[in-house]
């Protein structure tokens, strides 16, 4: 098989070297189907970036080829700014926080008195202290993950997992 993660690694290194100059895809040493077949491979992932020329005859030679910011990133040991820039922000709107901590209120084994006193004061807190309350909250459900509470770790472990795509 032409495709070869040594050889790609060693495309990559040799198009950073030149970055941000285009490398004439001839000048590399080594096989030319080799080259060309890892070439396209890391231009196909948004690695690299090329010059292809459709022959008639099915050939597809990559003239030139540029590492792509991705490319750099991909080299570097912290990630590059794709790590840094690459932060995930979530919201929860005000209504939503809301809707679940009243849910949660509605499902917990208190007296109807004390679950409607509950409601009631959830429905009627303002924004702010709303926020307030959710900050303490994912700060107990963190600390009690800490403290050895099982099922939010389990919880976590299998999310991330599933989200890595290992989990079936």
Do not use: C, W
């Not at 702010?128 to 107990?140: C, S």
């Amino acid at each position: 098989m032409k495709i070869n993660r040594e050889r790609q690694l060693e495309l990559l290194k040799l198009l950073a070297d030149a970055y941000p100059e285009y490398v004439i895809t001839n000048n590399i040493p080594g096989d030319r189907d080799e080259v060309n077949a890892n070439l396209h491979y890391l231009i196909g992932h948004g690695l690299a970036d090329g010059e292809i020329t459709e022959f008639m005859d099915g050939g597809r030679p990559v003239g030139m080829s540029l590492i792509t910011v991705a490319g750099l990133d991909f080299l570097a040991d912290d990630g590059g700014l794709s790590a840094i820039l690459g932060v995930v922000t979530v919201k929860l709107h005000e209504e939503s926080i809301r809707q679940l901590l009243l849910d949660r209120v509605n499902r917990a084994e208190l007296p109807a008195e004390e679950r409607s006193s509950l409601a009631q004061a959830i429905r009627n807190l303002p924004g702010k202290a709303l926020e307030k309350v959710t900050e303490k909250l994912l700060e107990r459900g963190a600390d009690q993950m800490l403290d050895g509470t099982p099922t939010l770790g389990k919880l976590l472990i299998q999310l991330a997992v599933q989200q890595a795509g290992l989990a079936s």
